[in-house]
């Protein structure tokens, strides 16, 4: 693993430091770095970090060339969000930290306001800001803590033999449109402010939660710790939704065990037991729908390959 620059740009001390985990999205992880540069010069100074998960697309190579200010962290193997961020953290100086996803543009007011909230507010732990798409509209991202319900409900087949159910439309906030800045359980991770302090008593993500679930056990401890999350509606950033964790091969699977590993870190061996007959009935229900569409049996062999695997976990 190889590192440079110190990361600072901008005059003066910076109070935010801010890891942007990188894998194969180049161009996106450019214009992400372009916004970070504006804000440093027009807004606030920023220490930047830089973690490329081994991209093969010439992330890294990019980083180096462009923004040879920023911390550049280059990862030999993909290790992951949670365990991608917690590097990236480790060199983290400021008083507060900020976890950007590459597939983000920060606009103007964005940071400084989330920072002005956090200093207004010394009872919250974390904040997040309101991540918008292409067209202005906000993401509606903001959940509700899962439950043993939720796992039932949430992408299984109940949900739709049950359409009626209070269980989903509490989970995903239904009734809030995203426009108001209030307290929630979990925010988008997608950009996520916490005091750096309290990132350091918590331990950071969770590696076991390799790609899915951290940022909601994290804002749990949070919230255990004692601290409120807030969304931040003020702030504001764009989000070009998934396109990096889109890329990643195994997707379904690792959603499925990263889940099975937070509800049994949440609910014990219950919420285990629940998470995986949850997830065999979806594989069930995948499987049969492939044979009905005509796919190759290698196709479906490997979706029951996958919850075999994931019943293993």
Not at 2 to 12: C, N, Q, R, S, V
Not at 299 to 312: F, L, S, Y
């Amino acid at each position: 693993m190889t590192a440079t620059g110190d990361g600072l740009i901008g005059e003066g001390p910076p109070r935010l430091s801010v890891v942007v985990l990188s894998w194969n999205t180049r161009e996106l992880l450019a214009a992400c770095l372009q916004t970070l540069a504006d804000r440093a010069a027009e807004e606030l100074p920023l220490q930047v970090i830089v973690v490329d998960n081994d991209s093969a697309d010439g992330s890294a190579e990019m980083v180096a060339e462009r923004f040879g200010a920023m911390h550049l962290i280059r990862n030999p193997r993909n290790d992951g969000y949670a365990i991608g961020n917690n590097i990236g953290a480790e060199v983290a100086t400021c008083e507060y930290l900020l976890l950007l996803n590459s597939d983000t543009e920060v606009y103007a007011g964005a940071l400084t306001t989330l920072i002005r909230f956090m200093d207004q507010h010394p009872g919250h732990g974390a904040c997040a800001p309101r991540l918008d798409h292409a067209d202005g509209t906000p993401q509606l991202s903001c959940k509700t803590f899962p439950t043993l319900r939720t796992a039932v409900f949430f992408d299984t087949v109940f949900d739709r033999w049950f359409p009626n159910n209070r269980t989903i439309p509490h989970y995903v906030m239904a009734d809030f449109d995203h426009t108001t800045t209030r307290d929630v359980d979990q925010p988008p991770g997608a950009a996520f402010l916490v005091r750096r302090a309290l990132w350091e008593q918590l331990g950071g993500l969770d590696p076991e939660l390799w790609l899915f679930f951290n940022d909601v056990d994290l804002c749990g401890r949070i919230r255990r710790a004692g601290h409120a999350v807030a969304y931040v509606a003020e702030a504001r950033i764009l989000h070009h939704e998934g396109k990096s964790s889109s890329q990643f091969p195994d997707f379904g699977a690792m959603w499925h065990t990263n889940r099975m590993a937070y509800y049994r870190k949440t609910f014990g061996w219950r919420g285990a037991l629940v998470a995986r007959i949850m997830t065999t009935i979806r594989g069930r229900e995948e499987a049969r729908k492939l044979r009905k569409a005509g796919a190759p049996p290698e196709a479906v062999a490997r979706v029951k390959q996958a919850v075999a695997a994931i019943w293993r976990a």
